[in-house]
């Protein structure tokens, strides 16, 4: 994460200063200008290192640099009191597998960053509050970055009001990845802020007891030479170790702060996009929770059984939460299906034509078997021959789903189809004859399939003419010379381009009003699409996403309007 973290505090003779910050440093990166190519954060030539004057064995500790004559920064010397100081030296933590290393200091080093800390420090500790003053908040602009502060005091007998301000922020240039990131930074800080809060207050209520401060300045009197000593001393301020008697706690908020900087950076991940996105992409998207104010959620909990939803939602509901309809599938040593190139040697070829001719066109897939793991696989290689949108599968279950809560259905070989469905429901039954014969999971593939059956039936009497697409799927799946891999990526291209068949066919249907069977045919003309391919493109609008759907019925509804007036 490219963001820097800092713990301030509110000074009363100095004002607000950064304490102590934590940044990262890519091995290439040079903090100052004209510096050897092989000094490093530790003071050695070892190569790959970050370059940090500040630790090296001859820097000034009273200095933010700690090198006088290569200062990009004030010199602060005269303007530190004990509060105001954390660390002489400082911290190094290196990722070696990110090639990271996460530098912690007193202030940073480089005049710029120093200056958005600064500005930030001064704006959570005086004008930017929360309600109830401590807590999190949001500011920031373009040229000074943005800033995610959590404000919080911190216990002190000596102190005014018994308290001292202090903050904790998380500085960074891009304000969506911040805002994305406001509830994992807040929900980690908080639990850094309760581990001081918690340190500070036992110390304050043992000097509570100790050295009572409450009724000694209610009975005396104050003034301006006399304030300082009669708070405890000559210190306008207490460091941190002292409030909370810790003398690691630097060595803490650096483990703390590395920590959080590099797990932040690890929940997101970028994805290349060649292209405009694809329909499968857009509904795995519309899957993802959004917030009120309109931010993904990276990590969701699993919705209660209970709640009520609405479309693929609920299908999934029932998939993971019915667990008196479906089990928890776990690997019972059944042979599994690899893929749809796997699927095809083991069944003839007429009967993987008539199987994925049912599946494009929608029909219910219900394969009974013994074996969990060669049911679910069966099922999930089919999933292949559909966009995202259009398959809804139950894996395995002990009793039958009707057909509009999923097209692929798992059943144990005891279930019966009801009667109803086998009259009017169109459907395909793949019964999987177990031989009854123990094989060694170390065995080939297609030895563990020695002496399977696949026996099928269907309510369908007769198939009318499959699909166009239909044969290129198939050639592009038993082609030998093809891999995998490539087969997949065929069959990507053949469902989105039948996919952008399907939005004309929408727009054409749905938002353009009423269409004469003449003007069906002649767009199925324009389109590269006959009377055998209106039952696939009838069915595959089930898997446009609803983006698109809300678009269309939008602007048609508008054209309407402005049509009409």
């Not at 505090?9 to 091995?27: A, I, N, S």
């Not at 290439?28 to 190569?47: A, I, L, R, Y």
């Amino acid at each position: 994460m490219n963001a820097i973290i800092s713990l301030c505090h509110f000074c009363e003779l100095h004002g607000p200063k950064v304490l102590f910050c934590t940044q990262p440093f890519h091995p290439e990166e040079k903090t100052v200008g004209g510096e050897s190519d092989g000094e490093t954060v530790d003071g050695t030539t070892q190569s790959g290192r970050v370059l940090s004057p500040s630790f090296s064995s001859s820097s000034d500790p009273q200095t933010p640099t700690g090198s006088s004559g290569h200062s990009s920064l004030p010199n602060y010397k005269n303007d530190l009191c004990e509060g105001c100081t954390s660390i002489h030296l400082g911290f190094v933590s290196h990722d070696e597998e990110a090639t990271v290393s996460y530098v912690s200091s007193q202030r940073p080093h480089h005049r710029d960053v120093f200056s958005m800390i600064r500005q930030a420090c001064i704006r959570s500790l005086s004008c930017e509050v929360c309600p109830g003053r401590e807590g999190p908040i949001f500011f920031g602009d373009d040229q000074q970055g943005h800033a995610i502060s959590y404000t919080f005091y911190v216990k002190d007998n000596q102190a005014r009001g018994f308290q001292r301000l202090y903050s904790i922020l998380v500085v960074m240039m891009d304000k969506v990845y911040l805002l994305n990131s406001w509830p994992f930074l807040v929900t980690h800080i908080e639990t850094v802020v309760n581990h001081l809060k918690s340190k500070a207050n036992t110390v304050y209520e043992k000097e509570k007891v100790k050295f009572p401060q409450r009724q000694y300045r209610l009975t005396s009197s104050v003034n301006p030479k006399t304030y300082i000593q009669q708070r405890g001393g000559n210190k306008p301020a207490r460091s941190l170790v002292e409030l909370t008697e810790d003398r690691s706690v630097f060595k803490i908020l650096h483990t703390s702060f590395v920590w959080i900087l590099r797990a932040c950076g690890n929940r997101l991940s970028e994805t290349l996009l060649e292209g405009p996105p694809t329909e499968d992409s857009i509904i795995d998207m519309e899957k993802q929770e959004e917030t009120e104010e309109g931010f993904v959620k990276l990590f969701v909990k699993d919705s209660e059984c209970d709640d009520v939803e609405e479309g693929l939602d609920a299908v999934n509901s029932l998939q993971s939460c019915n667990q008196s309809t479906q089990e928890v599938l776990e690997d019972d040593g059944s042979p599994a299906v690899k893929d749809i190139k796997h699927l095809v040697e083991l069944i003839d070829a007429q009967q993987f034509h008539t199987l994925a001719h049912h599946v494009i066109i929608g029909n219910q897939i219900i394969v009974r078997g013994t074996g969990k793991t060669l049911v679910r696989s069966f099922l999930q290689v089919l999933t292949y021959l559909l966009p995202k949108g259009c398959y809804r599968a139950i894996f395995y279950s002990h009793e039958y789903v009707e057909s509009y809560k999923c097209n692929f259905l798992g059943l144990h070989p005891d279930i019966k189809i009801p009667p109803h469905v086998n009259s009017s429901e169109q459907f395909l039954l793949i019964d999987i004859l177990d031989p009854h014969e123990a094989h060694d999971k170390d065995d080939d593939d297609q030895d563990r399939f020695h002496g399977y059956q696949f026996k099928f039936s269907s309510s369908v009497v007769k198939m009318g003419k499959p699909p166009s697409m239909l044969s290129k799927m198939e050639f592009a799946i038993r082609n030998e010379n093809l891999c995998m891999e490539v087969v997949e990526q065929c069959l990507i291209c053949l469902k989105e381009e039948w996919m952008n068949k399907v939005k004309v066919l929408f727009k054409f249907t749905k938002a353009g009003g009423g269409r004469s069977d003449e003007d069906t045919k002649n767009l199925f003309k324009l389109v590269g699409a006959g009377d055998e391919d209106k039952p696939l493109l009838t069915y595959w609008m089930r898997g446009l996403s609803d983006q698109y759907k809300k678009h269309i019925l939008s602007a048609s509804k508008h054209q309407h309007r402005t049509s009409v007036s």
